[in-house]
């Protein structure tokens, strides 16, 4: 029988991998001569988009490996930008699966794992999304993760956490797809 925390970690660690997974197919949309393309993200290139991506997920690596995450983020490699991300995905997912840390810190504050990787998940799902509409090629996301993640957001973003971070949420129907209120409620137009 599993207890309760490693219940939480496995469904965090879970949620981060499906994320991954649906980022990992818009970034088959990437060629390299859409890197200049606006994104969602407002002032950022589709370059700047994968660069900030690689950095989350070295944070999110290093909050698996070492139980920590440091506030210097290493440099993300040479060669392609698509390529390395993919890697680092892998990496990341490889090194969820081997740990039982029960928390990571964060800034000096503890966090459980399980919220770790849950606001890990919503990230990168994002920021998969934001991919695709760079790309010119909108991908929604899987109903089933979208609506896990819309349940999640609240609990990780507030109206004092979107200044600087996040646009105004977008007005949408209650009844657009999940991925549609997902994407809306963190400030992109659907």
Known sequence: MIDEGAA?????????ERAVNYTLGSLHLVTPGLMSRPTPCRDWD???????????????????DLGHVGLDVPEAGAGDPVAVLRDRACRLLG??????????SVGGLALHTSILTSTGAIEVAAHGWDVAQACGRPRPLPPA?????????????????????????VAVSPTAPASDRLVAFLGRRP
């Open 8 to 16: 939480a970690l496995i469904g965090g660690v879970g949620l981060l």
């Open 145 to 169: 993760l979208a609506e896990e993640l819309l349940e999640l957001v609240p609990l990780f973003i507030g109206d004092d956490d979107r200044a600087g971070r996040f646009d105004p949420a």
């Open 95 to 104: 090194a969820w699966a081997g740990t039982d840390r029960p928390e990571a």
């Open 46 to 64: 589709l370059a700047d988009l994968l660069a900030h991506m690689n950095d989350s997920l070295l944070a999110l690596q290093e909050a698996a």
